[in-house]
Nanobody
Framework: QGQLVESGGGLVQAGGSLRLSCAAS????????MGWYRQAPGKQRELAAT???????NYADSVKGRFTISRDNGKRTVYLQMNSLKPEDTAAYYC??????????WGQGTQVTVSS
């Protein structure tokens, strides 16, 4: 079995920045797509950003120009650099990794709170 471990969440003022990290451990290999999703209280989980093995990225319109997703394949790690944070970015952020055998793995979530 394998697991994803996230870090980097916290409390920040509006306009500030945070960098999230998510590292795979154990038997998680041949990772195709890595991504970050978020879920605000009372709302459904939504996609924030994804990145393919080849480096192609996709962003939700709400985060374009402010968030940057990147990955280190050797470290089996995905990052989310979040700049110009807004109160509406407040949510639990979850990383997801999909392997070449189409298995999905989710992290436990890390809380991001942006104060106005």
């Amino acid at each position: 079995q394998g697991q994803l471990v996230e870090s980097g969440g916290g409390l920040v003022q509006a306009g500030g920045s945070l960098r999230l990290s998510c590292a795979a451990s154990g038997s998680i290999f041949s990772i195709n797509t890595m991504g970050w999703y978020r879920q605000a209280p009372g709302k459904q989980r939504e996609l924030a950003a994804t990145i393919t093995r080849g480096g192609s990225t996709n962003y939700a319109d709400s985060v374009k120009g402010r968030f940057t997703i990147s990955r280190d394949n050797g470290k089996r790690t995905v990052y989310l650099q979040m700049n110009s944070l807004k109160p509406e970015d407040t949510a639990a952020y979850y990383c997801k990794m999909t392997t070449a055998s189409n298995r999905d793995f989710w992290g436990q979530g890390t809380q991001v709170t942006v104060s106005s």
